[in-house]
């Protein structure tokens, strides 16, 4: 890796554009995304070929994808792009005190429930301070958060997240909910397998929350088949309101729109519906400065809910 450091064709931006190629699988869409022509694009990657006497890119029936060389290559220029994105943030905070930019991916669940709350409490304190904030399901949030694509993920610890380091954060009560005339409206709570007798409602189709509900169903000998699949919980809670399902969902999320709609709230009685939320990163050490501060925050905020 040393001689390619002294490259002259070795760069960051010819790493970048590089990243966009592979991400992209075409030139054209590279170059659209980075505001270059796709013709800049292709000298700088050839150079780099020429320059390391190997292959990098491949031509398929899908577009372009990288050699076993080029999936090297990719996996250290995410590395070294995201080191150097994290060193010009860490030194421009000592530069002016606390700003600079955070990118934080969040699954459905947390952003429908604390997370934007306890952002602003952040936000109130270092007003100089941008968090790109965006919703992902938690396969995604983990992938981009392995790649250094963002800066830590908050999502439900149910997930594989080997290799990455973990830090409590909230938690959560699923519950099922059901229109007021429902047959099991007057419960005070239940049980999932007792919900598997119903039409239910699906919400946000592949989530970590539908395969999950997938599997403890077929431990009880059963199928969670939803008739309808909407991908807010919002719209969740109108399909139920329409007598057209019942729906598992959290309830510090749904019980504002519960009581609007008025509908019944559930608990579910089952141990795993407790669900705890963890906030996930490559590693502490590599955070910036104010990643690190909105970590903090974020963990005092949990201990003290």
């Known amino acids: 890796m040393s001689q390619w450091v002294m490259s002259a064709a070795f760069d960051p931006i010819t790493l970048r554009l590089f ?9 054209a869409r590279a170059a659209q995304r980075e505001a270059i022509v796709a013709s800049a694009i292709s000298k700088r990657i050839a150079a780099l070929e020429a320059d390391l006497a190997v292959p990098l890119l491949v031509r398929g029936r899908r577009g372009i994808a990288p050699t076993a060389a080029g999936e090297a290559l990719l996996r250290q220029a995410r590395a070294m792009l995201s080191g150097m994105g994290r060193l010009r943030a860490e ?3 000592f530069a002016s005190g606390v700003h600079g ?36 399901v938690s396969s995604e949030i983990v ?32 519950c099922l909910l059901t229109h007021a005339e429902h047959p099991l409206a007057q419960r005070q709570s239940i049980e999932f397998i007792d919900a598997l007798d119903h039409d239910t409602v ?20 059963r199928q969670w088949v939803s008739r309808i699949q909407v991908s807010t919980l919002d719209a969740a809670c109108r399909i139920v309101a329409a007598r057209l399902g019942v729906a598992v969902l959290p309830r510090e999320a749904t019980e504002p729109y519960a009581q609007a709609l008025g509908l019944a709230v559930l608990p579910l009685q089952d141990a795993w519906a407790r669900r705890r939320f963890v906030i996930c990163m490559r590693s502490i050490e590599e955070l910036t400065a104010t990643a690190r501060l909105l970590v903090d925050h974020l963990q005092r905020q949990a201990v003290g809910s």
């Open 101 to 136: 930019s955070v990118r934080v991916l969040a699954s459905i669940s947390v952003l429908s429930e604390f997370l934007p709350d306890d952002l602003a409490g952040f936000l109130s304190q270092y007003q100089a301070v941008r968090i790109s904030l965006e919703e992902r």
């Open 202 to 221: 699906g919400v946000v189709p592949g989530s970590i929350m539908e395969t999950m509900l997938r599997r403890y169903a077929a431990m009880a000998g």
């Open 19 to 27: 990243v966009a190629v592979c991400e992209e699988g075409n030139i």
């Open 91 to 93: 030194l421009s905070e």
């Open 143 to 174: 992938r981009s958060v392995r790649e250094g694509s963002a800066d830590f993920g908050v999502l439900w610890d149910a997930g594989d997240m080997q290799g990455l380091q973990t830090l409590p954060y909230r938690a959560d009560q699923l």
